[in-house]
C-alpha cells in the first residue's frame, strides 16, 4: 500500500482494514473486477473516504466503465475538492468520453490544486486542447510540461503533434527529433515523426520513421496505417495495401485503415474492393466525411456519376470546409450529360462563395508598373510529372523567350520523376511547394514578386485557395480544368474561339475569356513512340473503333450513339482502354451498359491500364477510328490518337469540355472529322469506315501533318501566349495607375 492508502486503512477497523489491503493487493495484480467489489464493501462500510472512491474509480477506468469511472472520481472530489489526483483522473476518463470541454476543466483544476503538479496532467491537458482544435494552448500546455521536465520525452512528442496540425512541419520534427533523443524507444515519436515528413514529401525519410515506431511497437495499428499512406505516396502500391491490411488485423474497427486502404485499391484499380473498404470505414463511422469523400472518388470512376455525387454530397454535408471533396464534385459534374451549362456555372460560384471568398486576400501590389518590363510569369500546378498535363505544359516552358518572361514553377509534386527533372530544367526558377499551407505559398509568391500567377490545374488540384488570395496582381488559368474555376481572384481563362464561341461561352464564365488565335492548346508529341501500323481493318476486313478515354467519360449519351453505331456496322467492334477495367465488377457494369443497347460481349474489348507507355501507343495498332465521348471530350487521348495515324471522331458539343475535340481536330486540319449533331457523327464514322483507301493513307499522313501543324509549333504558342501575358499586364497598369474602368479593358483583350 501507499503512503495515503496506509491512511485510509488505519481509519478503518481492522476488517476493513484487510479488506482496503485485499482491494489494493487485487488492483495492483490486475484483478480489476475482484478489487472493484472490494473498494465498494470498504465504501459502503466508510463512505466518506476520499481515496478509496479515487481508486475504485482507477478500477472502472481499467474495465472501461468510464460513466461509472467519472462518478468515482466526482464522488472523490466531492469530499475533497482540492484532490488533485482526482481532478487529474476524472480529465483522463472524460477525454476518453471524448467530453474534452470538460476534461480540460479538470486538468485546469488539478494544475490549480498543485502547481507544481505531475508534469504528465499538462501533456494530458494539451492532448485535449488539440483534440478541440485550440492548437495555441495546446503548445503552450506542452511547453509548461517540457519546463517542469525538460527530459520528457512524451511532451516533446505530442508538442510535434501539434505544431503538425498547426502546418509547422519544420518545427514539427524537430520536437520528435528531441523526444528520440531523449527516449529513443518511443514509438509514438517516431510515428509523429513519419507523420511530418510525410507532408513535407519526404517520403523515404516517413517510411523508414513509420518502420522505426512499428519495430518498437510491432501492434501500433495507426502507424501501420500511416506507413500504408506513405508508401501509397510512394507508389508502392502492393506494399501500401499490405501495412493497411496489418493495420486492420490489428485493430479491426481502426476507420481510417479501411478508408485509406480504399484509396490503395483505388490507385490500382481494384475499384469493387475499394468501395467495400470505404463501405465498411463508413459502417463504422458513419459521419467519417473523407471516407464518404472517397467513395465518391471510387464510384465516379465506375462509372456511376449519380452515386459519386450523393457521396460527395454527404462528405460536405458532414464536413462543410473539404473544399477539395467540393472541387472533386465539381469535375464530376463535368461528366454529366443531363446538366445545362447554367447548373454547372452556379455549382461553380458556389465553391467559391464557400471557400474563396472566405480567404483572406492581398490587395496591394509593389510589383513595378512598367508596362514594357519583362514579366515574372509563375505556374502551379501539381502535375509537373508524368500526366497528360505535361505534355501540353513542356512546350510552353519550352517555348518562352527569356527576354519577355522570367519563368517561375511552383511544383505541387509528391512523387516526381524523370517528367519532373525535364521540366524543373527548362525553368528559371523552381520551388516545390509540398509542406506549404496555401497562406505560406501565397506569401512566397508575393515575396517573389509574381506578375502573373497561372493555374495550370483548376479544381483538379488542390491549390485554389491560394488563388483565392489574390497573391499575384493578375491570375490566369489554363489548360488542366475543362471549366471555369468560379473564382472571382483569377481574372482570365485561356481559351480559343472553338471551345467558347464569342457571345455564347462568356456567360458560364467568372473570368474574362481570352480567345487564342489558332487553340489554346499545343502538344509536345513523342518522339519516341512506334510508327504508325497499317489500320488493322485492311488485314481483318473488320472495323474497329476505339476509346482510351477515362472510362467516367462514356455518359449515357455517348453510349447510347456508339451502340447505333454499332448497329448500322454489325461487323463492327469497339476497344475501349482504361485503369478501371482492371475491376471485373466495372468490366461488367460497362458490358451491361451496352448490353443493354443491343451490343454484345462478344464485340467488346476492354483494355486495363498498361504500365509501359511504349505499349500504350502501340495499342492504336489495332485500333482503325478513335471515337471522342460527350460531353466530355478526351484532350491527351485525342493527340496520341492522332499522332498515331488513327483519326478522331468528335461531336461539337455546348460547352468548353465538350469542344476541345473540335478545337484539336481543326487544329490539326481534320475538320471533316467533327460533327454537329449525332446523327453527324454517325454519318462520319460510317463514311470512314466504309473508306479503308482513307483510313489507309491517314495513316501515313496524319503524324508529319501533326508535326508541322499549330498543335505542336511550340515556339510559337509560346509567343501567342506571351502576347496575351503582355496585353493583360498593360491594362493592369493602365487600370491602376490611371483608375480606369474595367469592361473596356476586358472585352479589348477577349480575342487575342
Known amino acids: 500500500m501507499n503512503r495515503k492508502q496506509r491512511r485510509a486503512a488505519a481509519k478503518l477497523g481492522s476488517p476493513a482494514t484487510q479488506l482496503l489491503a485485499t482491494a489494493v493487493r ?21 463512505p466518506n473516504l476520499a481515496e478509496s472512491h479515487f481508486h475504485l474509480g482507477d478500477a472502472l477506468m481499467g474495465q472501461g466503465k468510464l460513466d461509472e469511472a467519472v462518478a468515482a472520481y466526482r464522488q472523490a472530489i466531492g469530499i475533497k475538492p482540492d484532490f488533485a489526483e482526482a481532478h487529474s483522473n476524472l480529465g483522463f476518463a472524460l477525454a476518453a468520453q471524448g467530453k474534452f470541454d470538460e476534461a480540460v476543466a479538470a486538468y485546469r483544476q488539478a494544475i490549480g490544486s498543485k502547481p507544481d503538479f505531475a508534469v504528465r496532467v499538462h501533456c494530458n491537458l494539451g492532448l485535449a486542447l488539440a483534440a478541440q482544435g485550440r492548437l495555441d494552448e495546446a503548445v503552450a500546455a506542452y511547453h509548461q510540461a517540457i519546463g517542469i521536465k525538460p527530459d520528457f520525452a512524451e511532451a516533446h512528442s505530442s508538442l510535434g503533434g501539434a505544431l503538425y496540425a498547426q502546418g509547422k512541419f519544420d518545427e514539427a520534427i524537430a520536437a520528435c527529433r528531441r523526444a528520440i533523443g531523449i527516449k529513443p524507444d518511443l514509438a509514438g515519436a517516431h510515428s509523429n515523426l513519419g507523420t511530418a515528413l510525410t507532408k513535407q514529401g519526404r517520403l523515404d525519410e516517413a517510411v523508414a520513421a513509420y518502420r522505426q515506431a512499428i519495430g518498437i511497437k510491432p501492434d501500433f495499428a495507426e502507424t501501420h496505417s500511416s506507413l500504408g499512406g506513405a508508401l501509397t505516396a510512394q507508389g508502392k502500391l502492393d506494399e501500401a495495401v499490405a501495412a493497411y491490411r496489418r493495420a486492420i488485423g490489428i485493430k479491426p474497427d481502426l476507420a481510417g485503415a479501411h478508408s485509406n486502404l480504399g484509396i490503395a485499391l483505388t490507385k490500382q484499380g481494384k475499384l469493387d474492393e475499394a468501395v467495400a473498404a470505404y463501405r465498411r470505414a463508413i459502417g463504422i463511422k458513419s459521419d467519417y466525411a473523407e471516407a464518404h469523400w472517397n467513395l465518391g472518388n471510387a464510384l465516379g470512376s465506375q462509372g456511376k456519376l449519380d452515386e459519386a455525387v450523393a457521396a460527395y454530397r454527404r462528405a460536405i454535408g458532414i464536413k462543410p470546409d473539404l473544399a477539395e471533396a467540393h472541387s472533386n464534385l465539381l469535375f464530376c459534374l463535368n461528366y454529366d450529360d443531363k446538366l445545362t451549362n447554367d447548373h454547372l456555372f452556379a455549382a461553380h460560384r458556389e465553391w467559391d462563395e464557400r471557400y474563396g471568398q472566405r480567404a483572406p486576400t492581398f490587395t496591394t501590389y509593389d510589383n513595378d508598373r512598367d508596362a514594357t518590363r519583362r514579366l515574372r510569369i509563375g505556374y502551379l500546378s501539381p502535375d509537373f510529372r508524368e500526366h497528360s498535363v505535361a505534355y501540353f505544359v513542356e512546350p510552353l516552358l519550352r517555348g518562352h523567350d527569356r527576354q519577355n518572361v522570367e519563368v517561375f514553377c511552383y511544383a505541387d509534386v509528391t512523387r516526381p520523376d524523370s517528367v519532373t527533372t525535364r521540366l524543373q530544367g527548362l525553368a528559371d526558377h523552381w520551388l516545390v511547394t509540398v509542406g ?21 490545374a483548376g479544381h483538379t488540384g488542390n491549390r485554389l485557395l491560394v ?15 475543362p471549366n471555369t474555376t468560379g473564382l472571382k481572384a483569377i481574372d482570365y481563362r485561356l481559351v480559343d474561339a472553338v471551345t467558347d464561341p464569342v457571345g455564347e461561352a462568356d456567360a458560364w464564365a467568372s473570368e474574362t475569356l481570352v480567345r487564342l488565335e489558332g487553340g489554346f492548346l499545343c502538344y509536345e508529341y513523342q518522339k519516341d513512340a512506334p510508327e504508325p501500323a497499317l489500320p488493322p481493318c485492311l488485314a481483318t476486313g473488320i472495323v474497329t473503333f476505339g476509346s482510351f478515354n477515362n472510362p467516367a467519360k462514356l455518359s449515357d449519351a455517348t453510349l447510347d450513339t456508339w451502340a447505333r453505331l454499332l448497329h448500322r456496322l454489325p461487323q463492327a467492334r469497339l476497344l475501349l482502354k482504361g485503369l478501371p477495367f482492371t475491376d471485373a465488377a466495372t468490366r461488367a457494369l460497362f458490358l451491361s451498359r451496352l448490353g443493354e443497347r443491343g451490343v454484345t460481349a462478344a464485340r467488346v474489348e476492354l483494355v486495363a491500364w498498361l504500365q509501359s507507355n511504349a505499349a500504350h501507343m502501340a495499342l492504336y495498332d489495332r485500333v482503325d477510328i478513335a471515337l471522342d465521348p460527350f460531353p466530355y471530350n478526351g484532350t491527351t487521348t485525342t493527340c496520341e490518337a492522332l499522332w498515331m495515324g488513327v483519326p478522331v471522331v468528335t461531336l461539337r458539343g455546348d460547352r468548353h469540355a465538350g469542344r476541345v475535340g473540335a478545337s484539336l481536330l481543326t487544329q490539326a486540319d481534320l475538320t471533316d472529322c467533327i460533327a454537329a449533331s449525332m446523327e453527324d457523327y454517325l454519318k462520319i464514322a460510317v463514311t470512314l469506315a466504309s473508306d479503308p483507301a482513307r483510313l ?14 499549330s498543335l505542336c509549333d511550340g515556339r510559337a504558342f509560346a509567343r501567342k501566349i506571351e502576347a496575351a501575358y503582355s496585353t493583360m499586364w498593360q491594362h493592369w497598369c493602365e487600370r491602376t495607375s490611371k483608375t480606369l474602368g474595367t469592361e473596356r479593358i476586358e472585352s479589348s483583350i477577349s480575342s487575342l
Open 436 to 456: 506549404l499551407s496555401d497562406q505560406q505559398l501565397a506569401e512566397r509568391i508575393r515575396t517573389d514578386g509574381i506578375d502573373i500567377l497561372v493555374d495550370v
Open 696 to 709: 489507309k493513307d491517314l495513316r501515313r499522313s496524319l503524324r508529319p501533318r501533326l508535326a508541322s501543324s
Open 467 to 481: 488563388f483565392a488570395r489574390k497573391p499575384a496582381p493578375l491570375q490566369v488559368t489554363w489548360l488542366g480544368y
Open 26 to 46: 487485487l488492483h495492483q495484480a490486475g484483478q480489476l473486477v475482484a478489487a472493484e467489489a472490494c473498494y465498494r464493501q470498504v465504501l459502503a462500510a466508510q
